[in-house]
């Protein structure tokens, strides 16, 4: 579900519907599944030992031996294979520039398993680093020029739900324990400290978000280009959206896979397809 941020630069550039842009879009959506692929399996692989201890990943294939790491390391190696394939065979505007980003995920992230998201704050960056990495994926693929704003809202929106998803390492360790994953201490303490940071933290990326995302709304440049001038009317379903997410993630504590939240909180749902049919009917009504 990540890698539909591969197809945000149709949707805002107005051509879902125009094949010759949408169909190098999915062809870079499924050689971003793939390639995504290949790092969650050599993420299983490095992290089995630490994946035993968390009450949640001690299901993963590798953890609990469903997989051998020989078989895992497998699957690996033919998902990048295909992913590069793809990539090489693909009718993009910019074949070069999708592989070189691609490729750079691969070592970010590779080197994200291996040691970097053990260090805190800079854990955080690289996971919305590898959100805005996709949208340029996607705009590389279809010749879409992409804008500060859309750049600049993904990254926020990436890095507000990545805080979330370690304050959920927090509190597992908080009530278990156990070390949900290496570099966690570096975000609590046993005085509770840094769970105030994340708290605070998250607070304040959902605040410059919602910002951000206003401003990209009032912005005379947007307005212009879209040919709306109620545009920021949108606002109404991001805050929301946000709030409740805040909610979960402070409140409820359910913030531990951003992915689940979506599939099944109603609220988070209704803003999000309540956001989508109304921006669509300012974007191409």
Known sequence: MKNAFVLTPL???????????????IQACMAFC???????CFNDIHDAEADRQHPVKRLRPVACGAVSRRAAYAVMTAAWALAFMLIALGNFASPRGVAAMMLLYVVMNVAYCVRLKQIAILDVFIIAAGFVLRIV???LAAGIVLSHWII?????????????????DVVIRATLGAEPRRGVE????????????LGSAISVLGSVTIMCYILYTVSGEVVKRIGCDYLYATSAFVLAGMLRYM?????????G??????????????CIFGWIAMFSIMLYG
């Open 247 to 255: 909610q979960l993630t402070l409140v409820e504590q359910k913030s």
């Open 34 to 40: 793939l390639t995504a692929s290949g790092i969650y």
């Open 152 to 168: 600049l809202t993904t990254f926020l929106l990436a890095l507000f739900l990545a805080l979330a998803k370690r304050r959920d």
């Open 11 to 25: 949707f805002f550039d107005r051509h879902v519907a125009d094949w010759h842009y949408a169909w190098p879009c």
């Open 137 to 139: 994926v996607g705009g």
């Open 257 to 270: 896979s951003p992915t689940q939240v979506v599939l099944h909180d109603r609220f988070i749902q209704v």
């Open 186 to 197: 570096r975000y609590c303490s046993n005085q509770g400290a840094s769970a105030d940071f």
